[in-house]
């Protein structure tokens, strides 16, 4: 029953965590930009460009986060726990 409760703990940390770092605003502006100009009638040169600039917005936080926990700035990804305030 214990294991039970372990598993089922970690799987909410889990859950959270990945929701927290899908959640981040530097993730979620350029991709609901794209949206808006898809949903806007944007020409398909338009919508490369935006999806380019997206990927690379994304790319950039998804290094940084990277970045941060490797040089020991931050304990996980999810900059926004008490562990990482410092940085």
């Known amino acids: 029953d214990d294991r039970r409760d372990l598993a089922t703990a970690l799987m909410r940390t889990a859950m959270a965590h990945a929701v927290s770092v899908a959640g981040h605003p530097a993730i979620v502006m350029p991709v609901a930009a794209g949206f808006?100009?898809?949903?806007?009638?944007?020409?398909?040169?338009?919508?490369?460009?935006?999806l380019r600039v997206t990927g690379g917005v994304v790319a950039a936080v998804l290094i940084n986060s990277f970045v941060q926990v490797r040089r020991g700035k931050w304990a996980d990804t999810d900059a926004c726990g008490r562990r990482n305030a410092a940085s």
Do not use: K, L, W
């Open 36 to 50: 808006a100009a898809a949903a806007g009638g944007a020409s398909p040169e338009m919508m490369q460009a935006i």
